[in-house]
């Protein structure tokens, strides 16, 4: 069992995802499965704090034999991996220095990143950065769902997802500067919701727009325009909402 944090008391009989589908050891199995069914793609994550324990520094060498034997294994298989870089696991070590809230979280990612491009990038093409930026930054920080578990202001919550966006470029900076911009495919992974309004009314046409900027337009305007959504600048802090229930 790993180290009780505050935030597993909030799960159910306090269990954690120390095993879970162990693919760690069943990963001959798994890429057996996704063969026989025709896959011929798989996204997958890494974990940063298999491969970089400390947030920082020195990396993992069996980590990353995990997932060199991983991208082997579906490379034999016909399968091409899709490597997702983050998957919301922050190492522990950032969280203690303020997670998302501290930019240098955002500037760490660059080297978990460097890393991953060293040891696999001569065989993986398609990588995304960060998945669903919105779990590690609002449901994380403003309403509590996600490890740590916390609710901060809508003002922190700004800035947790402002560094999310900022690693996304730092991550993708380092992996074109050692990979070279046009051997590879880099993205970023995120889940809109649409927002349609209730009826033809004004208000509800008004507010159903503001949804869109505040929980789409937000994380992809960035990526597409270079900015964030003119309308969401100024806004008072407030709470956040949880938003879309899965």
């Not at 199995?29 to 890494?46: C, E, H, I, P, V």
């Not at 990353?64 to 696991?89: A, S």
């Not at 990612?109 to 669903?132: C, F, H, P, S, Y």
Request: neutral net charge; hydrophobic residues 35%.
């Amino acid at each position: 069992m790993g180290q009780i944090l505050p935030h597993s008391r909030k799960i159910e009989d306090g269990g954690t995802g120390d095993v879970a589908c162990d693919h760690y050891h069943r990963w001959r199995q798994d890429l057996d499965l996704m063969k026989s069914l025709g896959l011929q793609a798989y996204r997958f994550s890494t974990s940063w704090p298999r491969i970089l324990p400390d947030g920082t520094g020195r990396a993992n060498p069996a980590g990353l034999d995990f997932y060199e034997r991983l991208v082997d294994g579906l490379l034999e298989r016909g399968i091409e991996p899709y490597l997702t870089v983050f998957h919301w696991d922050l190492p522990q070590a950032l969280e203690d220095k303020g997670g998302w809230r501290n930019r240098d979280t955002a500037l760490a990612m660059g080297e978990l990143a460097q890393a991953l491009a060293l040891r696999l990038g001569d065989r993986v093409k398609r990588w995304t950065t960060i998945n669903e930026g919105v779990n590690c930054s609002d449901r994380a920080y403003g309403v509590g769902h996600f490890p740590p578990g916390l609710k901060e202001s809508r003002q922190v919550v700004r800035q947790c997802r402002h560094h999310v966006m900022l690693a996304h470029g730092v991550a993708a900076r380092a992996l074109r500067d050692t990979l070279g911009r046009d051997s590879i495919e880099v993205g970023f992974v995120h889940d809109p919701w649409p927002t349609l309004p209730a009826t033809p009314d004004p208000a509800d046409v008004a507010l159903a727009r503001e949804t869109f900027e505040a929980a789409t337009a937000w994380w992809f305007d960035p990526l597409w325009k270079g900015r964030y959504p003119q309308a969401e600048w100024g806004k008072p802090g407030r709470r956040c909402s949880p938003g879309p229930t899965r």
